[in-house]
């Protein structure tokens, strides 16, 4: 079992960037595939981005291309999310997530970091 913790939502006007990162504990990291994802209000969650365990594949959703870039520290236990550009439409919570070796979901998953986009 994994243990995930959020950090460095905020409030940043449009245009502007944040650095969201994801500390994990308990289990070994390097086993888990990394997720971002999101939930504005009264919305669907959404997939974000994912990154390999080793780190060196990702994919993003198309909203996300070009201006997010999630990376890994296995060293470090630690997840990123690289948001640039930032729009009032990435409002949202944010949350990280883990998968497990030979798992397809994602079964651990942080308490949420909010993100605020003003115009």
């Known amino acids: 079992q994994v243990q995930l913790v959020e950090s460095g939502g905020g409030l940043v006007q449009a245009g502007g960037s944040l650095r969201l990162s994801c500390a994990a504990s308990?289990?070994?990291?390097?086993?888990?595939?990394m997720g971002w994802f999101r939930q504005a209000p009264g919305k669907e969650r959404e997939f974000v981005a994912r990154v390999s365990r080793s780190g060196g594949s990702t994919y993003y959703a198309d909203s996300a291309k070009g201006r997010f870039t999630i990376s890994r520290d296995n060293a470090k236990n630690t997840v990123y999310l690289q948001m640039n550009s930032l729009k009032p439409e990435d409002t949202a919570v944010y949350y990280c997530?883990?998968?497990?070796?030979?798992?397809?979901?994602?079964?651990?998953w942080g308490q949420g970091t909010q993100v605020t986009v003003s115009s």
């Open positions: 308990g289990r070994t990291f390097s086993r888990y595939a």
């Open positions: 997530a883990a998968r497990d070796i030979g798992r397809e979901e994602y079964d651990y």
